[in-house]
C-alpha cells in the first residue's frame, strides 16, 4: 500500500502529558498537510510543509504545537501539556506540486487523540 | 475566515435513488474538491474540479464547479449500500500552497 500512513491510530493521554505523531506521506509526494478534525465538522487546516520547509500555519496552531519534516519525508506533530480540548482527530494529507493538481490532497487515515 | 455552506446536513434515501448535495461559498476558490469519509477513517478523494462551469464525472458521481467560483454540487446516481458516509466539499486557492477548507459534510444514510 503507498497512500499515506499515521501512527499511532489511536491515543489516549492525560491532560498535560505530551504526544508526537508520525506521518509518512505518499512517496512522491513534496507537499504535506496537517488537519484537525473534531465530531461533527470537516478538517481543519493546521500547518504545511513544501519538502523540509514549514510554509503556511494557521491560527489554530498554539504555542504547545509543533510540527517538523527533518528530511522532506516524513512529518511528526507534537503537542505539549496536552489539554482536554485537543481532543481530535489530527488528519495528515500530501500532495504533489504538479500545477493545478497540487491542490489534489490525499489523505491518512488520521489519529484519533483522547485527553482525559 | 472563509466559510462553506453545504447542504443538507443528513439524507435519508432510498437505495437507487439520486442524490444531490451542494455547497456555497462567501469567497472564491480557484479548486472544488469532494471527498468522502467513513467512520474512523480519513477522507478519500472522489473529484476535482479545476474551471468555472466544469462538469466532471467519476461512475456514478457527477460534480459541478459554479460559473461564479462561489459554489459546487455533488449528484450520486442510482445509489448503493456502500455509498454510506459523509461528503465533504473542500475550496482550494492559492495555487494549492494553502490548506484546504472544508464544509461540516453531509451525512448520506441509505435505507435498502
Known amino acids: 500500500d503507498t497512500g499515506v500512513s499515521q501512527d499511532p491510530r489511536h491515543k489516549i493521554t492525560k491532560r498535560g502529558q505530551n504526544v508526537t505523531f508520525r506521518c509518512d506521506p505518499i512517496?512522491?509526494?513534496?507537499?504535506l498537510y496537517w488537519y484537525r478534525q473534531t465530531l461533527g465538522q470537516g478538517p481543519e487546516f493546521l500547518t504545511y510543509?513544501?519538502?523540509?520547509?514549514?510554509?503556511?500555519k494557521s491560527r489554530l496552531l498554539s504555542d504547545r504545537f509543533s510540527a517538523e519534516r527533518p528530511k522532506g519525508s516524513f512529518s511528526t506533530l507534537e503537542i505539549q501539556r496536552t489539554e482536554q480540548g485537543d481532543s481530535a482527530m489530527y488528519l495528515c494529507?500530501?500532495?504533489?506540486?504538479?500545477?493545478?493538481?497540487?491542490?489534489?490532497?490525499?489523505f491518512g487515515p488520521g489519529t484519533r487523540l483522547t485527553v482525559t | 475566515g472563509q466559510q462553506l455552506n453545504q447542504s443538507p446536513q443528513s439524507m435519508f434515501i432510498q437505495e437507487g435513488e439520486d442524490v444531490s448535495m451542494n455547497c456555497t461559498s462567501s469567497?472564491?476558490?480557484?479548486?472544488w474538491l469532494w471527498y468522502k469519509q467513513e467512520p474512523g477513517e480519513g477522507p478519500v478523494l472522489l473529484i476535482a474540479?479545476?474551471?468555472?462551469?466544469e462538469l466532471t464525472s467519476n461512475g456514478r458521481l457527477t460534480a459541478q464547479f459554479g460559473i461564479t467560483r462561489k459554489d459546487s454540487f455533488l449528484n450520486i446516481s442510482a445509489s448503493i449500500p456502500s455509498d454510506v458516509g459523509i461528503y465533504f466539499c473542500a475550496g482550494g486557492s492559492g495555487g494549492g500552497a494553502d490548506g484546504l477548507t472544508f464544509g461540516k459534510g453531509t451525512h448520506l444514510i441509505i435505507q435498502p
Open positions: 469567497s472564491i476558490f480557484n479548486t
Open positions: 474540479l479545476y474551471k468555472a462551469g
Open positions: 512517496s512522491e509526494h513534496n507537499r
Open positions: 510543509f513544501q519538502n523540509e520547509a514549514q510554509l503556511e
Open positions: 494529507a500530501s500532495s504533489l506540486e504538479t500545477g493545478s493538481s497540487s491542490y489534489e490532497q490525499y
